[in-house]
């Protein structure tokens, strides 16, 4: 017994066997998510779940249903693990009915599973290396091809498996023709890769070529600082390793959405962000780019959101302030450089965000001149701020809807460029 969990009795075989798929930890792939939400929708449960079955956890390979975040449990606690010792379907229509799941921690407490029909992820040798399995929060009962649907996806889900364990073995047999080569050619591209990931771009090439970068004065700039609000709240009950991964997962995503939108990111502060526009190499939509961006994070953070209200677990809310003023930028430090910037209009931005409301995007006077023609903006009227005279502000809305190419307003159309 693991825990009061079955086990395999070939428990040794099966984990040596999952080991050659290497696909533990690995990122999403399109393949495998299909086959989690068609799961779902045939047999109309708000959750399907691919998983694979190590020593102490469940981890999802593909999810429907789940947060991002959501990435794996442990195994003591899950359905599936009983499922792995199955050769067919588990399907139970109501476990807390059921004397072999009703005391299961994920079943008397959170998130309180009532429906449940997995199969086995059995591979050609014989072994479970996981389950595929449809759950739900409600007793709930599927029709006999609806649970030879969930049989058939689970059979598509081992062939997608094998099918990566001969890649991997053709993968091995010609890397050893190529690995010489490579590695130098990989050294050098990590070291750059690591320069342009750290530094903007301009700034990387001044480093490779060993010039030194010079600090500059910027006559405009567009500054954006981003903090969580309530992060106390969300830490409590939270392992620290997901927490950060949590925090991690958002802040790569305020990446992806700064960098389409032609910002910079300078840094993070705890749960604090800072990104800005117009530097280092000007341009005239720094305004525009920063109240797009905002709108992204915004809209990234809703739908994040409504997915963790399908696990009754709390809102991530940001603030979000934006100034548009002077700035000095350049590199600090000796052993490990840092690009920064600094000014009064990156204080001003801070307490923006500061005077900002849970969710919402608060913009200066200074910005409102760039970018009212484009936006729907509320006037807040002057706001007194921390060691500063009261300060114009505005709420920023959406796009105006003639400008938006989608009903919330967070996406541009062809007229909004043409009258940027």
Request: net charge negative; aromatic share 8%; charged share 25%.
């Given at each position: ?47 399907a ?70 199969m ?30 969930v ?31 490579a ?86 502060i ?101 970018v009212?023609r ?18 114009e ?28």
């Amino acid at each position: 017994m693991f825990n009061g969990v079955p086990i395999p009795t070939n428990e040794a075989e099966r984990l040596e066997a999952l080991k050659q798929y290497r696909v533990l930890d690995t990122p999403p792939e399109f393949e495998y998510d299909a086959l989690t939400e068609l799961a779902a929708q045939i047999c109309g449960c708000p959750v399907a779940l691919l998983g694979l079955i190590d020593e102490k956890r469940d981890w999802l390979k593909a999810k429907y249903g789940l947060p991002a975040a959501l990435t794996e449990a442990p195994r003591d606690v899950v359905v599936c693990a009983a499922t792995i010792c199955q050769n067919d379907l588990v399907y139970v229509p109501d476990l807390t009915k059921d004397e072999r799941f009703k005391d299961y921690p994920s079943v008397a407490g959170d998130p309180h599973i009532r429906f449940y029909c997995g199969m086995p992820l059995i591979n050609r040798d014989g072994y479970a290396l996981g389950s595929f399995c449809v759950v739900d929060f409600e007793p709930h009962e599927i029709t006999p091809a609806q649970r030879e649907a969930v049989r058939l996806l689970a059979q598509q889900a081992v062939t997608q498996l094998e099918l990566r364990r001969q890649l991997l073995e053709r993968d091995a047999l010609l890397a050893d023709l190529e690995k010489a080569r490579a590695a130098m050619a990989s050294e050098q591209e990590r070291s750059e890769a690591l320069l342009r990931t750290i530094f903007p771009v301009t700034v990387a090439a001044e480093l490779k070529a060993n010039r030194p970068v010079q600090p500059r004065h910027y006559d405009l700039a567009t500054i954006m600082f981003a903090d969580f609000t309530g992060f106390t709240r969300l830490t409590e009950g939270t392992q620290p390793a997901a927490l950060v991964q949590q925090l991690d997962q958002h802040f790569t995503r305020f990446d992806e959405i700064v960098e389409r939108n032609r910002l910079e990111t300078l840094k993070t502060i705890g749960d604090a962000y800072l990104c800005a526009g117009g530097l280092p190499e000007p341009n005239r939509t720094h305004a525009i780019d920063a109240c797009l961006a905002a709108l992204g994070l915004q809209a990234y953070l809703a739908a994040s959101n409504r997915q963790r209200e399908k696990l009754r677990l709390a809102p991530w809310k940001v603030r979000i302030g934006i100034n548009t003023g002077p700035v000095v930028a350049g590199l600090v430090g000796k052993r490990r450089f840092t690009y920064d910037i600094w000014g009064d209009s990156v204080n001003v931005a801070q307490r923006l965000e500061a005077a900002a409301e849970p969710g919402r995007i608060n913009i200066a006077a200074s910005t409102y001149h760039y970018v009212h023609r484009l936006f729907d903006l509320e006037p807040r009227g002057a706001i007194e701020v921390k060691n500063k005279p009261p300060l114009e502000m505005y709420f920023l809305n959406r796009i105006k809807p003639e400008f938006a190419a989608d009903a919330e307003g967070t996406t541009p159309n062809a007229a909004f460029w043409q009258a940027a």
